[in-house]
């Protein structure tokens, strides 16, 4: 009898799966790949139309003056629809004019002067709201809102008859206060009173917006620093520089830069009270490049102030984002 020898298999430890095909394999790195790629990508894809959109408002007509500022346009040529190239032509008679230089100071000064005041006030006003009662707070709060929400055009033609030379409500104010001396008194015989009442009205103007853009970020300081500064003994002046100032620090940064840019740009206010005169002593950079582009027909020229007003904002722009930069590093 032979015996028959069987041979059995031990089987693994483990449950150890078949290896894959090399195809399969990297057919799922490849879809791996791709995916990751796709999921990078969907963020800006997202975003092109609305980019699109933005290029095409905002970037189309800054390439447009930028192209203008070379040509010589003049009324001729519009009507005509001559292309003539001039070259840096318009930039040289824009900066060899000695007014030009002058309406830039005048505008800088001007500038600077209704954004301090302008922010001043909102921070004060923004700082009085934190200890206000919530009845007088809110009475403040609707008539900032009613102040912010009155059109351009109305509130320069409140502020025309409230500083009329004979009708004025200012000048019959001061007169029955024993200031005989303003009775007829003209605020717009110069240019620095007539800025002065635009100065004021743009500061009116502004301050609702930044109390309340302010007060916001206020609002949002702990309570708990403002009572370990009461328990220290701080006074009210230590206490904003200890513990308001570095909370609200970058956001009066942001409000002062726009505040800057707006009031830099500011047309309307000044051409309504008197067209940039008496003898265009209250003419700014912007009332200028309307004169040149739509009263002269000079449209190159003014392109070339447009530009110039451009690279000044765009320096601001360049030293406000500098100085955030900073403010962000010295927080990390």
């Known amino acids: 009898m032979t015996a028959v020898k069987t041979t ?35 963020p800006y894809l997202l975003l092109a139309p609305a980019l699109i959109a933005i290029l095409w408002l905002i970037g189309w007509p800054v390439v447009s003056v930028f192209v203008t500022s070379f040509r010589q346009l003049n009324l001729g040529e519009l009507v005509r629809g001559e292309i003539v190239w001039t070259g840096l032509d318009n930039y040289v008679t824009v900066l060899q004019d000695e007014r030009f230089w002058d309406v830039s100071v005048r505008t800088l000064v001007f500038t600077v002067s209704v954004v301090v005041a302008s922010v001043g006030m909102g ?30 055009l109305a509130s320069t033609t409140v502020y025309q008859w409230m500083f009329d030379q004979n009708y004025g409500i200012l000048n019959k104010t001061l007169v029955q206060l024993g200031f005989d001396s303003f009775a007829g008194y ?28 302010l007060y916001a970020g206020l609002v949002g300081i702990p309570r708990d620093l403002y009572e370990a500064a009461g328990i220290d003994g701080a006074t009210g002046w230590q206490t904003f520089r200890a513990v308001t100032w570095p909370e609200i620090r970058s956001l009066l940064m942001m409000v002062t830069f726009l505040s800057t ?26 009332v200028l490049q309307y004169l040149e582009g739509i009263a002269k027909s000079h449209f190159g020229v003014a392109a070339a102030i447009s530009v110039l007003m451009m690279v000044i904002l765009g320096l601001i722009t360049f030293q406000y984002l500098r100085k955030l930069l900073q403010t962000e590093e010295g927080k990390l």
Do not use: H, N, Y
Request: proline share 8%; glycine share 8%.
């Open 186 to 213: 003209s605020w717009f015989s110069s240019g620095t009173s007539t800025l002065s009442v635009v100065g004021l009205l743009i500061v009116w103007q502004a301050i609702p917006f930044l109390a309340f853009s």
């Open 261 to 286: 840019l707006w009031d830099f740009k500011v047309f309307a206010q000044i051409w309504v009270f008197r067209e940039g005169g008496p003898s265009g002593e209250s003419t700014t950079l912007p």
């Open 123 to 152: 921070l004060g006003i923004a700082l009085l709201m934190r200890v206000l009662t919530p009845w007088v707070r809110v009475a403040l709060q609707i008539a900032m809102l009613c102040a912010w929400a009155m059109p351009i």
């Open 8 to 42: 059995e298999t031990a089987a693994p430890a483990g449950d150890i799966p078949p290896a894959l095909p090399p195809a399969v394999t990297g057919g799922a790195r490849q879809r791996r790949r791709r995916g990751s790629a796709f999921d990078r990508a969907l």
